[in-house]
């Protein structure tokens, strides 16, 4: 790597629209883009379906900061409902911290102006008072104008209702819940509410429970059912994952009592007597991932034609039921699917390959000629990419482990430095999607790995669950080994093997540089350091994550001690370059701070570099550049190259 090799970074044009947060009702897409030069303002559009020419509607025309915080990873910011042959659009405003409302109707096609396709019936207007607290989207709306929603305050979950009539309300809690909920929705009539709901020590993909509501006239809760089977959670912990409804009495989620988040469809007829209408259980078959954020969909629709997502080995797949038989299966070329949203067979997501970006489709399965999702999908091709490779290896205890191998674009080294990337959550995982900092290294003759290792999702939940009360032990161990097996192999250079994590792939990383002498050297970004300071001053939703993580903190105490790299920094002699904002919630800058001395003490090019203005996760451009550029320099010291 020359001194005058100039770092090239992929910028986002400012003008693209970026189709955040993506829903279609009717014949009507909606999104959410910045307006402006800032990130702290930004507003809902709206255009035709499939009308790629149309020019985008700002639906919201006043000054709005719309984002959900909701448990601190947020999710999607705003709904729109079709209600009585109109929109009802409500959103998250973090300026006033309070729910917004707007109604629009449908312009007649015959009277649309070039980019007017809603016409507005009424003012937004402010439902709620300010709150102390966070809300979600996952709103419901019933036959007499209550909007129903879960909200976060003083560290507790609760249901409320709204009066769409009214403006600048206290909101009316309904239900305070044990602890955590989320994912809100009602049958056809609003007349049943179900939510998940989960408590201490378990995340939701862990264990959590399925409940029913009926609701009376006055927008009450009259009673309340946990679903409850023999065959699936009474004897067992089961993660129930997106329940949706796709009629009036029929509903549909996802549950992981096989092993895999499978399909279940539940019969609600009588909230009394709910039974299980049809089981779907296919090994090797994901219908569901980790719920971090809110809002996480994998099936949409309605009983005549519902459309599944699934992750099925290394690929996603679409599928599409009819009166809950599957009727086709399409193949996709996508790594990631988000933003999926249906209506009737109108179909619209995000995809994501391993040599595009995140592409906005939008597919109607009613045409004829349409024989596979492959017919309708044109996307720009990033050129010089290495495509992943699928590589299984033996990790811990010799079980199968997953990787993705990236090879070199171009012979610059006699042998390649090898970077192996530790991913974060840790229950997360590396699905093969573009990326523009692994490209970036193997068009400089790197080898890049990404490492699956035990814990990550995708693969079924015994291979999520090999992280169990192992963390810091399984997943630097499945690291190490995938280096070791590729050093084996003559295909990287053993002396310049360098791994990277952020998060709770930090953690990972230093541990690797901690136990054994494979690695050279470390770059990390707002990494874990200190389980013990996690445990005491991590936000609400990842209190007790580290109870499944670690152990429970009274009883494994030394095992807190003992995994953290924090308490051991004097022994590793290997340089480091680590990256954390300032504004992080989840881990404390401070404690990278507290550090800084003792990594530059222990090797002249160890590096710590503070952003005053980015959190949990790095946004701003220019400061992803930064992080580029020294890492670029990092590598050419810390590796004599």
Known sequence: MSNDDKLKVRQTESKKIAFKELTIIRNIIFW????????????????????????????????????????????????????????????????????WFQLFKEEASNCRSQNKYLDSIQEPRQLSKSIDGNFDSSFVISENFFLYGICEINNRDYLFSLNLKKTKQDIHRIKKFKNFAGELSSNTSARLLTWVEWDTPYMPWEKNDLFFAQIDLGGEIQKIKKF?????????????????????????????SSGWWNLLFLDVSEIENIFIK????????????????????????????????????????????????????FSTPFTLISDFSVFREKVLLKGYGYDFLGTLFEIDFAEKNLSNFSDRIFVDHIKDCSKPEPFWFKGFE????????????????????????????PTLCFDGSYNSEVQY??????????????GSSGFGKVYRERLNSKWGIVDSY?????????????????????????SAGGLTALNCLLYGSIFTAAICKYPVIDLKDMHYNTHRFEKDYLDSLVGNYVK????????????????????????????????????????????????KHSEVIFFENEGHGF??????????????????????L
């Open 32 to 99: 959410i883009d910045v307006v402006g030069e800032g990130q702290n303002e930004n507003a809902i559009f709206a255009r035709p379906f499939n009308d790629k020419e149309a020019l985008p509607q700002k639906l919201t025309s006043k000054k709005f900061n719309i984002k959900n915080n909701f448990h601190g990873y947020g999710g999607k910011s705003y709904k729109c409902i079709e209600f009585k042959n109109n929109f009802y659009l409500i959103w998250i405003d973090q300026i006033t911290r309070a729910l």
């Open 228 to 256: 409850s089977s023999n065959l699936i959670n009474a004897k067992k912990n089961v993660s129930f994952f997106q329940p949706f409804w796709i009629s009036e009495t029929l509903l549909v989620c996802s549950e992981d």
């Open 278 to 329: 049809k089981r779907v259980e296919r090994n090797l078959i994901e219908y569901g991932a980790p719920q971090w954020v809110s809002g996480i969909t994998f099936f949409s629709g309605t009983i005549k034609n519902l459309f599944c997502l699934a992750k099925k080995e290394n690929n996603l797949i679409v599928e599409q039921y009819k009166d809950l038989f599957l009727v086709k299966e």
């Open 398 to 425: 010799d079980q199968p482990t997953h990787s993705f191998l990236y090879r070199p674009l171009v012979e610059t080294f006699k042998k390649p430095p090898l970077l192996v990337r530790a991913h974060s959550g």
């Open 441 to 454: 290294w193997i068009s400089k003759g790197f080898f890049v790995a990404e490492v699956n290792y035990g």
């Open 478 to 502: 499945d690291c190490r080994a995938l280096a070791l097996e590729l050093i084996k192999s003559n295909l990287v250079d053993s002396e310049k093997v360098v791994i990277f994590g952020n």
């Open 556 to 603: 494994n105490h030394d095992e807190y001690i003992n995994r953290s790299p924090a308490n051991y920094l004097n022994k590793i002699k290997k340089p480091i370059l680590l990256f954390h904002g300032k504004k992080d919630k989840v881990i404390s800058y401070k404690q990278t701070l507290k550090i800084q001395d003792i990594l530059i003490k222990n090797n």
């Open 619 to 640: 946004k701003n451009f220019e400061n992803k550049a930064v992080v580029m550029q020294k890492s670029q320099e990092f590598l050419k010291n810390a590796l004599n």
